[in-house]
């Protein structure tokens, strides 16, 4: 038999029923309770739950307590209860449970909130907080630390937020996940995306999210940036980036450039150096306005190093500048009428397709108004040689003897023809027997070494010592 004594020490319980009521109530000791003939112990004195300091505990359909704090008991004497509501108790004095609390969360340490770390909160239950603070079910906001987080039952923690760390020539890329204001309070739209280049610890807020961090690009002076905009946007000096307008980032502007979240980064761009002695020609080059000329052409001398702008290219490549001896020349043709000037330092129109000479010694850079042609070198003819020479405007052959010649503008060499017993009696005279077998003119031997007959130089006959010969001019019809 259940002895009626129950002797309850100090920090614990017990729980009672009345079997006449079915009504259970909570002895707490220190006391000596002596159980009545229509009540029931349910269980031997438990020790109160005490929580430690730092620390928490969440109960199940905890009690409703009044204004003072106490229990508030129904008409029966059963302590009421909020039914599937929930109670975060702390460290206060150790309580007991009382019928129907259930602990659903055992004794766990409060969360310590480091420093450059936050807490992002979401709210269950519309509430107000302690400073009269309404929020709605579904609110987010930052509990930033260092701190101690102390739970509320409205609240749930949804995510740790560390901060990210920004270094020298670094910057992080965030996007807004709902339309807020920024940490430097400008108003952001959702899936806004923008760039945080201060160096230090930054941390998101609670509608930011990091996407990436963007190393920036060194840049020197042999090295500079292709950029093209992804859509309109204003940059940082103000001016306004239409979608897939390109530009270039040198040095002179920037020594360390982190592109921005509308800007495509197209290609690293190398320097072209040009030699004293070098030139180049540059197609459609940017105009004052920074746009492409279509068509036009830009010649860049040395010594002289640049970077070429968007839309620029070279027509050639690097080129080096004609020197000429004083026995070469440059056979040039203008492309459009310009103006020049002559041997003698007098200025001359130069209408589009005139060709002219320009005699060494001298260094020529053909300006883009001007194709080269040929490069000239001066024949130089002993007085028993000769070349034939046409004049390409009359198409009249004349030879050329005895003398050091350059031809001019309008001058062309001439080619001979002759017939194929007459090319092998020559050679036949130079020995090369191959080409008396053939009947024809032949190709310089591999095996003889004998050249080809070059047909632009005069064929000479060679008059022996007090000989005499008659030559018959057939367009004269004379003989001399």
């Given at each position: 038999?259940?002895?009626?004594?129950?002797?309850?020490?100090?920090?614990?319980?017990?729980?009672?029923?009345?079997?006449?009521?079915?009504?259970?109530?909570?002895?707490?000791?220190?006391?000596?309770?002596?159980?009545?003939?229509?009540?029931?112990?349910?269980?031997?004195?438990?020790?109160?739950?005490?929580?430690?300091?730092?620390?928490?505990?969440?109960?199940?359909?905890?009690?409703?307590?009044?204004?003072?704090?106490?229990?508030?008991?129904?008409?029966?004497?059963?302590?009421?209860?909020?039914?599937?509501?929930?109670?975060?108790?702390?460290?206060?004095?150790?309580?007991?449970?009382?019928?129907?609390?259930e602990i659903q969360q055992d004794i766990t340490p409060?969360?310590?909130?480091?420093?450059?770390?936050?807490?992002?909160?979401?709210?269950?239950?519309?509430?107000?907080?302690?400073?009269?603070?309404?929020?709605?079910?579904?609110?987010?906001?930052?509990?930033?630390?260092?701190?101690?987080?102390?739970?509320?039952?409205?609240?749930?923690?949804?995510?740790?937020?560390?901060?990210?760390?920004?270094?020298?020539?670094?910057?992080?890329?965030?996007?807004?996940?709902?339309?807020?204001?920024?940490?430097?309070?400008?108003?952001?739209?959702?899936?806004?995306?923008?760039?945080?280049?201060?160096?230090?610890?930054?941390?998101?807020?609670?509608?930011?999210?990091?996407?990436?961090?963007?190393?920036?690009?060194?840049?020197?002076?042999?090295?500079?940036?292709?950029?093209?905009?992804?859509?309109?946007?204003?940059?940082?000096?103000?001016?306004?980036?239409?979608?897939?307008?390109?530009?270039?980032?040198?040095?002179?502007?920037?020594?360390?450039?982190?592109?921005?979240?509308?800007?495509?980064?197209?290609?690293?761009?190398?320097?072209?150096?040009?030699?004293?002695?070098?030139?180049?020609?540059?197609?459609?080059?940017?105009?004052?306005?920074?746009?492409?000329?279509?068509?036009?052409?830009?010649?860049?001398?040395?010594?002289?190093?640049?970077?070429?702008?968007?839309?620029?290219?070279?027509?050639?490549?690097?080129?080096?500048?004609?020197?000429?001896?004083?026995?070469?020349?440059?056979?040039?043709?203008?492309?459009?009428?310009?103006?020049?000037?002559?041997?003698?330092?007098?200025?001359?129109?130069?209408?589009?397709?005139?060709?002219?000479?320009?005699?060494?010694?001298?260094?020529?850079?053909?300006?883009?108004?001007?194709?080269?042609?040929?490069?000239?070198?001066?024949?130089?003819?002993?007085?028993n040689e000769g070349i034939y020479v046409r004049d390409?405007?009359?198409?009249?052959?004349?030879?050329?003897?005895?003398?050091?010649?350059?031809?001019?503008?309008?001058?062309?060499?001439?080619?001979?023809?002759?017939?194929?017993?007459?090319?092998?009696?020559?050679?036949?005279?130079?020995?090369?027997?191959?080409?008396?077998?053939?009947?024809?003119?032949?190709?310089?031997?591999?095996?003889?070494?004998?050249?080809?007959?070059?047909?632009?130089?005069?064929?000479?006959?060679?008059?022996?010592?007090?000989?005499?010969?008659?030559?018959?001019?057939?367009?004269?019809?004379?003989?001399?």
């Amino acid at each position: 038999m259940e002895d009626p004594v129950i002797r309850i020490p100090p920090y614990h319980y017990v729980h009672v029923l009345d079997l006449n009521s079915n009504v259970t109530r909570v002895e707490v000791g220190p006391h000596t309770y002596i159980r009545q003939d229509h009540e029931r112990v349910m269980f031997a004195p438990r020790r109160m739950v005490m929580v430690p300091p730092r620390h928490y505990c969440v109960v199940l359909n905890p009690v409703v307590r009044g204004p003072t704090g106490a229990v508030v008991l129904d008409g029966a004497g059963q302590a009421r209860l909020r039914h599937a509501d929930l109670d975060i108790r702390l460290a206060p004095d150790p309580f007991p449970l009382y019928p129907g609390e259930e602990i659903q969360q055992d004794i766990t340490p409060l969360q310590m909130v480091l420093a450059d770390t936050a807490l992002r909160l979401r709210a269950l239950l519309d509430f107000k907080d302690e400073d009269g603070k309404k929020f709605l079910a579904g609110d987010e906001w930052l509990f930033e630390g260092p701190s101690t987080y102390i739970p509320r039952k409205e609240v749930e923690v949804a995510e740790t937020l560390q901060a990210t760390v920004i270094g020298h020539n670094q910057a992080i890329r965030l996007r807004a996940r709902k339309e807020c204001l920024d940490r430097y309070g400008t108003r952001r739209v959702t899936g806004e995306e923008w760039l945080v280049k201060q160096v230090g610890a930054y941390l998101p807020g609670v509608y930011e999210e990091v996407m990436d961090i963007v190393d920036a690009y060194i840049l020197t002076d042999k090295k500079a940036l292709h950029l093209r905009a992804m859509r309109t946007f204003e940059d940082e000096e103000g001016r306004v980036r239409r979608t897939g307008e390109e530009w270039l980032v040198t040095q002179a502007e920037s020594e360390a450039y982190i592109p921005d979240v509308f800007e495509e980064v197209v290609a690293e761009v190398a320097v072209t150096t040009l030699g004293p002695r070098q030139y180049c020609v540059v197609l459609d080059p940017v105009g004052p306005n920074g746009q492409p000329q279509l068509g036009q052409q830009l010649v860049v001398k040395g010594e002289k190093s640049f970077f070429l702008q968007p839309g620029e290219r070279l027509q050639a490549g690097i080129q080096d500048i004609y020197v000429l001896s004083e026995d070469e020349g440059l056979l040039l043709q203008a492309l459009q009428t310009i103006k020049d000037t002559n041997e003698d330092g007098t200025e001359v129109t130069r209408r589009a397709g005139d060709r002219w000479l320009a005699r060494g010694p001298l260094e020529y850079v053909p300006p883009a108004e001007v194709a080269v042609l040929e490069r000239r070198r001066a024949v130089a003819l002993a007085d028993n040689e000769g070349i034939y020479v046409r004049d390409i405007r009359t198409g009249k052959v004349r030879v050329v003897t005895g003398q050091t010649y350059m031809l001019t503008e309008a001058e062309e060499l001439w080619e001979k023809e002759l017939p194929p017993g007459v090319e092998a009696l020559l050679a036949e005279a130079r020995g090369d027997t191959r080409g008396m077998d053939a009947g024809v003119h032949s190709s310089s031997s591999p095996d003889t070494g004998i050249p080809q007959r070059d047909r632009t130089r005069a064929i000479t006959y060679q008059v022996p010592h007090n000989a005499a010969v008659q030559v018959y001019d057939y367009r004269e019809r004379r003989a001399r």
